[in-house]
């Protein structure tokens, strides 16, 4: 495997427990007229983060990398910012759906590697996120109406 491909794929176990945090953070946090529909969407989102955690960090193991596994060294990986906290509730729906949207583009390069260094596995893996994510993507944006 490639240093790079290594790299991208924990970059991604970094995105993913940072993200897992922040959408905890929403969940709890959400006020306002949709709360109900928000509070559940952010507690499936979060559950597939914690999913996606652990199958990354596993193909990461099983490809000879080491997954980040600190709060401290994901934050230092991650291109995902936390919570700022007192977002309004169209607020954390459009940063969940700009985090999205960078992932998907963290994810097509990853497979770029993936499929150079003829990968499928991983590949498999990274094309199983990046797909959920464009559905979320679809939906998020038709609940803000853009």
Not at 30 to 40: A, D, I, S
Not at 94 to 121: H, S, V, Y
Request: glycine share 6%; with cysteine.
């Amino acid at each position: 495997m490639t240093q790079e491909l290594i790299q991208a794929v924990n970059k991604q176990v970094a995105n993913w427990t940072v993200l897992y945090v922040k959408l905890h953070h929403y969940h709890w946090f959400v006020k306002g007229q949709h709360f109900f529909t928000l509070h559940e969407k952010f507690e499936e989102f979060y559950n597939e983060a914690n999913a996606h955690i652990d199958v990354l960090a596993e193909r990461l193991l099983s490809i000879g990398g080491t997954p980040v596994s600190t709060m401290k060294a994901c934050l230092e990986l991650t291109s995902v910012q936390e919570a700022n906290g007192g977002e309004n509730e169209a607020e954390m729906v459009q940063d969940t759906c700009n985090d999205f949207e960078k992932l998907i583009q963290e994810l097509q390069a990853a497979m770029k590697l993936a499929d150079e260094a003829g990968d499928e596995g991983t590949g498999d893996v990274l094309l199983s996120i990046h797909g959920s994510l464009q559905k979320h993507v679809w939906m998020l944006k038709s609940y803000l109406g853009s």
